[in-house]
């Protein structure tokens, strides 16, 4: 049985920055693909970032591109975001996801994504 579970979360000041992290319990971490979402109070969720199962390939999200990073760390199975320069925008629910898969093709849409962790608050204050 996989399960994720992030943690890091918090309130900071605009400028400021955060690490989420996104512990993974469950056989073969390194097989998954991985996923961070957002979900802002009566918006919809949206992709973030991804990485390969094997870290060699990440993607963003234009809203947070050279702003974040994104990393794992196979040998913990954890997957990182470090979040900086951070904007009340970027205030959300941050969710871990994970996917099932050894290409290197990343995926940005949520369905694709079969395990979820229950979210992490992060708050950007003005």
């Known amino acids: 049985q996989v399960q994720v579970v992030e943690s890091g979360g918090g309130l900071v000041q605009a400028g400021g920055s955060l690490r989420l992290s996104c512990a993974f319990s469950?056989?073969?971490?390194?097989?998954?693909?991985m996923g961070w979402f957002r979900q802002a109070p009566e918006k919809e969720r949206e992709f973030v970032a991804a990485i390969s199962w094997s870290g060699g390939s990440t993607y963003y999200a234009d809203s947070v591109k050279g702003r974040f990073t994104i990393s794992r760390d196979n040998a913990k199975n954890t997957v990182y975001l470090q979040m900086n320069s951070l904007k009340p925008e970027d205030t959300a629910v941050y969710y871990c996801a994970a996917r099932f898969s050894t290409l290197q093709a990343l995926s940005t849409t949520p369905r694709e994504y079969t395990y979820w962790g229950q979210g992490t608050q992060v708050t950007v204050s003005s």
């Open positions: 469950g056989r073969h971490f390194s097989a998954y693909a």
